[in-house]
């Protein structure tokens, strides 16, 4: 029976425990609380409670011959993640998975003006986010390079699905980013992604980045417009750059400031993954329906 730990089982990695249930598999989840341990028990998934914030020891745990896969987010401020590290430190204590998985995030590249990035593109990331990011990709490499895991990095886009749609920023009438001055930005859906982390569980191999996209990029304006019009809401205003510096809060600021088209083909033609929502108009009205 395949054995399989996943390190932050949320919106995504809940969704990945079920798949690997579903197949049989023994699934253990790390959560932060009790609620949330209590909610995976009821669906028959081992849970422990660990949080990553404290660099207390984590419980000890079986890991050797197995796969984990790690979905916690950085903390919030500076350009290290400290939860990942945490982890890694802790996780030396423990037998060595055979394979390890991390959902990064595209926000590790540096900043083309709309420009194509590839997985050898530059990672010069602008933002504290993107740094953080590519610093836990470097703690994952760094425990892997000692331990003998295989080490499998996931670039990830912005991520959409059920629960998950930018109903509060419509129905707040938060600017957005003028059309004609927005950029390409790039997105995947839930269903989709979890899919993905499964596959690169069997097909990827030590030392593989693959980004995740659906391979259709828009402007984030045009999505939240295609939302909006899906949730029956009026369009929310538009505004300059210039205006946006002034009106729109740092986060979404520093979403509409970069821009960039990812290429999925590795993760195409490598995972052999048949997306199953294609670009948002297909993915958005699957959207709608509730977890």
Known sequence: ????????CGYIGG????????????????????DHKAHLTADGITAVVCNLDDPSPIPLLDTSDS???YFVPPPGGGTTDTRARNFCAQLAFSTPPATIVYTSATSVYSETGGGVVTESSPTVPASAMGKRRLDAEAAFREYGALSGSSIIILRVSGIYGPGRLPQMQIMQRQPLLREEESGPSNRIHADDLA????????KGKNGDIFNVSDGSPSSMTSYFNACADLLGQPRQPQVSMQEARQVMSPLMLSYVSESRIVDNSRMLQKLDIPL????????????????
Do not use: W
């Open 67 to 69: 796969t984990l896969l």
């Open 195 to 202: 899919r993905v982390c499964v596959a690169a569980t069997v």
């Open 1 to 8: 029976m395949k054995k399989v730990f996943i390190v932050g």
């Open 276 to 291: 199953q929502y294609k670009n948002m108009h297909e993915g958005l009205p699957a959207s709608l329906v509730q977890d």
């Open 15 to 34: 969704r990945v425990a079920r798949q690997f249930v579903n197949q049989g598999a023994n699934v253990t989840c790390l959560v932060r609380s009790d």
